[in-house]
T-cell receptor
């Protein structure tokens, strides 16, 4: 079974530029999450989708971050304009049936460096 | 107060040692509890769920104390391959998964 796919793996941009990350969850997983993990910290939820609807985006900095999940499958996360403090790994995860069993399956992450 | 707090670490232990990690959570309505493991520069992966009665998986034992809002993970007979960051994860009913900051473990030869 294919895992969660993310791209790009690495991205270096200058502040005030924009960047987009893509995620394709495990086939059949209805719930998709985007987490931000800053070095030395645990992952912090940015947004949670159930199919193509948003369940929780309370911690998404909406003035610069946006995310969509068209057709309830893959998803993109965009940052515009980027700030230095956005340097982090952006992890996409998916789970089945709302993650009832507790297992989130993570992609390898997209590592963003903002200069 | 943060939702999930963990021992700051790092823990440096010799091979064969027993090590315990502690975690506390602030939301008394939390329903589900987990330990995830994250290797350096890798994604987190589920290590084990934590049940009210406590549960064991080989050398790993997890305990939950709902009254104290406290979770623990015990690793016996540590191996070099156990070196990683251990993340405590809490979930409320219908809510998202909240991760703690993690505790880094280094098992030394």
């Amino acid at each position: 079974e294919a895992g969660v796919a993310q791209s790009p793996r690495y991205k270096i941009i200058e502040k005030r530029q924009s960047v987009a990350f893509w995620c394709n969850p495990i086939s059949g997983h209805a719930t998709l999450y985007w987490y931000q993990q800053i070095l030395g910290q645990g992952p912090k939820l940015l947004i949670q989708f159930q199919n193509n609807g948003v369940v929780d985006d309370s911690q998404l900095p909406k003035d610069r971050f946006s995310a969509e999940r068209l057709k309830g499958v893959d998803s993109t996360l965009k940052i515009q304009p980027a700030k230095l403090e956005d340097s982090a790994v952006y992890l996409c995860a998916s789970s089945s049936v709302g993650g009832r069993t507790g297992e989130l399956f993570f992609g390898e992450g997209s590592r963003l460096t903002v200069l | 107060r943060k939702e999930v707090e963990q021992d700051p670490g790092p823990f440096n232990v010799p091979e064969g040692a027993t090590v315990a990690f502690n975690c506390t959570y602030s939301n008394s309505a939390s329903q589900s509890f987990f330990w995830y493991r994250q290797d350096c520069r890798k994604e987190p992966k589920l290590l084990m769920s934590v049940y009210s009665s406590g549960n064991e998986d080989g050398r790993f034992t997890a305990q939950l104390n709902r009254a104290s809002q406290y979770i623990s993970l015990l690793i016996r007979d540590s191996k070099l391959s156990d070196s990683a960051t251990y993340l405590c994860v809490v979930r409320g009913y219908g809510q998202n998964f909240v991760f703690g900051p993690g505790t880094r473990l280094s098992v030394l030869p």
